[in-house]
């Protein structure tokens, strides 16, 4: 078994810490920089309302330097009184322009003072409503789904959950891109930015309490990395990892993974298939996409089942799952049937909804 740049990764692991943050999907799309400068433009309306309304009727002020109020002294008037420093200099002699900072100027200052401490609240209060957010989240989070790495792999596999019935907020995403949390926190998950071979990354995404782990990393050695934290932290989960050398899928399963996928292997195997039978390569490729046409799945046998053989189930059953046995169709252990069995069969997709299988594919 042969781990390419294991020493090299674990030095650039070192040197290049990403700090692990849990991002949660936002329902505002705007940015803080964005929130700002909205403010900002408010505020310097209410300003420029203002000094037109004091300029409008300067004849009706008085200042104490010239006695003459011109479009300058207007700004600066503008200014002092909306920020209430009010220096006294120039002041409203006239009932008209007392009238109007009673009725315009003073609702026009109390405006812009809630402008300006709204936008000093929305600062100071932001990082308490991401705290309880961010803890309502982790009270309210159990037998979730974790997926590390959210590449091609990661989303091809999150769209099969999500076509037997899995809910966006029943996951979460773990990935050390910036870019690629930014994109699945758009999508409607919740994303843990980091490095997934480190336990308090995990930790963040709340995997001891997780009830599956896809592991579809780009390296296979992040893969037996992550496979062996995930492991130690849950070892109740079901881990299905992927790896792109089948060398590399033994030690994965010594590590703790229920099931390894090889990319490159599978991916050849379709391709040989296809070569030889086209019809039949489309028919793999259905049978694996979930939803549409014919879909694999995992159910128990219920009741009316027991005692019966494998070939007198409604469903097309290729295999049966017998403890930690997998029997094939034609194997004679197979039948009967028993309670406690789980059947691996083929059926149609429910034609009422093609995202939902006729049946569950987890027990």
């Not at 870019?179 to 919740?190: L, P, Q, R």
Request: hydrophobic share 45%; net charge neutral.
């Amino acid at each position: 078994m042969k781990l390419p740049g294991h020493d090299a990764m674990a030095r650039h692991a070192d040197e290049h810490l990403v700090t692990s943050r849990i991002r949660l999907p936002r329902r505002i799309i705007d940015r803080p920089l964005r929130q700002v400068g909205k403010r900002l433009v408010m505020a310097m309306l209410v300003l420029a309302s203002t000094v037109f309304i004091v300029y409008v009727d300067n004849t009706g002020y008085h200042d104490n330097s010239d006695d003459h109020v011109d479009f300058l002294d207007a700004v600066y008037y503008a200014t002092v009184t909306l920020s209430t420093t009010g220096y006294g200099d120039i002041v409203p002699y006239s009932d008209t322009a007392r009238l109007i900072n009673v009725l315009l100027v003073t609702p026009l200052r109390v405006l812009f003072l809630i402008i300006l401490v709204g936008t000093t609240l929305e600062v100071l209060t932001e990082r308490t409503r991401e705290e309880w957010r961010l803890n309502r989240w982790r009270a309210q989070l159990r037998e979730h789904t974790v997926i590390v790495g959210f590449g091609t792999k990661g989303r091809s596999a999150m769209q099969t959950l999500a076509a037997t019935g899995l809910k966006k907020e029943q996951v979460v995403i773990v990935d050390p891109s910036a870019k690629v949390i930014e994109a699945a926190n758009a999508e409607g998950f919740v994303g843990v930015l980091g490095d997934a071979t480190r336990s308090d990354v995990l930790l963040r995404a709340e995997l001891q309490k997780a009830r599956q782990i896809v592991i579809a990393t780009q390296r296979d050695d992040t893969a037996v990395l992550v496979t062996l934290t995930a492991r130690q932290l849950n070892r109740g989960a079901k881990i299905v990892a992927a790896v792109r050398e089948e060398e590399n899928a033994p030690l994965l399963r010594q590590s703790g993974a229920d099931a390894v996928i090889t990319s490159a292997s599978a991916a050849g195997r379709l391709l040989g298939l296809s070569v030889l039978s086209p019809t039949a390569g489309t028919v793999m490729e259905d049978l694996i996409q979930q939803g549409s046409g014919l879909d694999l799945i995992e159910r128990p046998v219920i009741k009316a089942e027991v005692g019966r053989s494998v070939r007198e189930t409604d469903d097309l059953v290729v295999s049966v799952l017998r403890g930690h046995r997998l029997l094939g169709y034609d194997d004679p252990a197979a039948s009967p049937l028993q309670l406690t069995d789980r059947l691996i069969a083929i059926v149609r997709a429910s034609p009422e909804d093609e995202g939902t299988p006729a049946r569950p594919t987890f027990g």
